[in-house]
C-alpha cells in the first residue's frame, strides 16, 4: 500500500471513532520523530505494539479485503502464562461496508468481538477438527452478549450496534460490514498479530508499504524498522 493511502485511511478511521463518542489515546497522535524521541518512555507501547495496524492481507486491494485497526492497550505472553499480571488486550477496529476480514483462527486468544456503532457486523462461523483445522462440516457454539447460541457450519451471524459475540480458539470466523462501515470494539486475552493469526489461505497479515511520502503516525508494523 502506498503511504499516502495508509494516512488517509488513518485520518478516516479517526474520523469515523470520534463521530461515534471514542477518543484515542494521546500516543496515537504522535508524529513518527515523537515516538523515537520517547521511544525508552514507550517502550511497553512499542513491545506490545499498541498502535496504528492497517492492512490489505497482501491482497493489494483494501477496499475488497482489509482492516483497520488500533491496539489500545496489549498485556504480555508471560503474565498470561503465569495466569497474573496484564492478561488482556483491547482494539478498535473498521470494518468497512464488503470489506472482507478473511477465514481464520487463533491459538491463544480469546476474543469479545463488539459492534460500537455502524451498521451490521456479519461473522461467517466454522469449526475445528481433531487437530484445530477448519472443519467446512462442523458447527459450534458460541455466547452471543452472554447467551449460548449453537452456529452450523457457515453460519452468518449478524451483530447489530451493541451486540456481541465471543469467540475461543478453535472458532474459525470471516467477517464484514454489510450496509455500511462498522465500528468494532474487540476485548481479549494478551494479542500476538505476528504468530496468532493462521488463516485458511497462506495470506500475510501485514501490509508492505510504498513510501511515496511521509507517514504521519507509524504503523506497528513500522516499528522495528523506523525506531531500531
Known amino acids: 500500500m502506498k503511504r499516502s493511502r495508509i494516512n488517509e485511511i488513518m485520518a ?36 506490545a505494539r499498541c498502535g496504528w495496524d492497517i492492512t490489505d ?5 483494501f477496499d475488497k479485503m482489509g482492516l483497520f485497526l488500533f491496539t489500545l ?9 503465569r495466569g497474573s499480571g496484564m492478561c488482556y488486550a483491547e482494539k478498535l477496529l ?3 461496508q464488503d470489506q472482507l476480514s478473511p477465514m481464520h483462527t487463533h491459538v491463544i486468544k480469546a476474543e469479545d468481538i463488539i459492534n460500537r456503532g455502524g451498521a451490521t457486523l456479519v461473522i461467517e462461523l466454522y469449526g475445528s477438527d481433531d487437530n484445530g483445522n477448519i472443519a467446512w462440516d462442523l458447527g459450534g457454539t458460541v455466547y452471543c452478549d452472554g447467551i449460548e447460541r449453537d452456529f452450523a457450519p ?24 454489510e450496509g455500511g462501515d462498522v465500528l468494532i470494539g474487540e476485548v481479549s486475552t494478551v494479542n500476538d498479530d505476528e504468530i496468532d493469526n493462521i488463516f485458511v489461505d497462506p495470506i500475510g497479515r501485514f501490509t508492505s508499504v510504498e513510501e511515496d511520502v511521509e507517514p504521519t503516525h507509524l504503523l506497528v508494523s513500522d516499528y522495528e524498522k523506523w525506531l531500531s
Open 12 to 47: 478516516h478511521a479517526d474520523e469515523m471513532i470520534r463521530h461515534y463518542g471514542f477518543t484515542l489515546p494521546p500516543f496515537a497522535y504522535w508524529t513518527p520523530s515523537e515516538l523515537k524521541e520517547r521511544s525508552a518512555q514507550a517502550k511497553h507501547l512499542i513491545d
Open 154 to 177: 457457515g453460519e452468518k451471524i449478524k451483530l447489530a450496534p451493541g451486540e456481541s459475540v465471543t469467540l475461543v480458539p478453535g472458532d474459525w470466523h470471516a467477517f464484514w460490514g
Open 57 to 61: 492481507y497482501g491482497d493489494g486491494d
Open 73 to 81: 492497550r496489549n498485556g504480555r505472553l508471560d503474565d498470561l502464562q
Open 94 to 96: 473498521i470494518s468497512r
